[in-house]
């Protein structure tokens, strides 16, 4: 994975970076409404997010990056209720290692909502950072959501941003970095009932 240096709930970032935030966000959600015209029976989700994180330089070939996403789940359901994830808030731990030449591979796990109703998934993908394909997967909830499972496609985009109140100082412990991006998944699947107002796991 070739990630770029080119932010997050609580956060504070340079305008020209939270200008491309938007702009990214704007494109991406274009997009999801353009495919919806033809795949009305899906789920679709669109998350922004940004982390603050640490970039680790493991050799001349390898680097590694572990994050916080902090992101917001955005869903779009083709029976135009509220879909029962929609505007949830998205944490998710996360690591990136990055290999010269390579591929670069992605995990971490997400939790969806506050308070005693929540998802936790598993977040995977391999490839570009652009074009990162992998997958979501619901493993585990509480309340409402408890015995959630499902799996679905994913794709997330990510971008490493420069911290230069550190003047990118390197030391045995890592360079302070922050990073941003989005997550895309065009459908949801779940084993969760929505139909009736108060969400239930079949």
Known sequence: MMIHSTPVINGSYKKGTISIALLTAILVLSLIGTAQANDSD??????????????????????????FMKGTFFVKHNTGKAHYTHAALMNCPFSVQISKGQKGVLQGMCKLGSGDNTANA???????????????????GTGNFKG????????????????????????????K?????????????????????????N
């Open 42 to 67: 899906k789920t679709k989700v669109i998350s922004s997010w940004r982390s603050d994180g640490t970039l680790y330089s493991m050799s001349d070939e390898m680097k590694f990056y572990a994050g």
């Open 148 to 175: 959630i499972q499902g799996e679905s496609p994913m794709k997330i985009r990510v971008d490493l941003i420069q911290d230069k109140s550190t003047n990118n100082e390197t030391s045995s412990l890592g360079r």
């Open 177 to 201: 970095t922050g990073s941003s991006g989005y997550l895309v998944i065009k459908n949801l699947r779940d084993n969760v009932d929505g139909s009736q107002g108060t969400p239930r796991v």
């Open 122 to 140: 598993k977040i995977s993908c391999t490839g570009e950072k652009e074009n990162c394909l992998g997958k979501w997967v619901f493993t585990s």
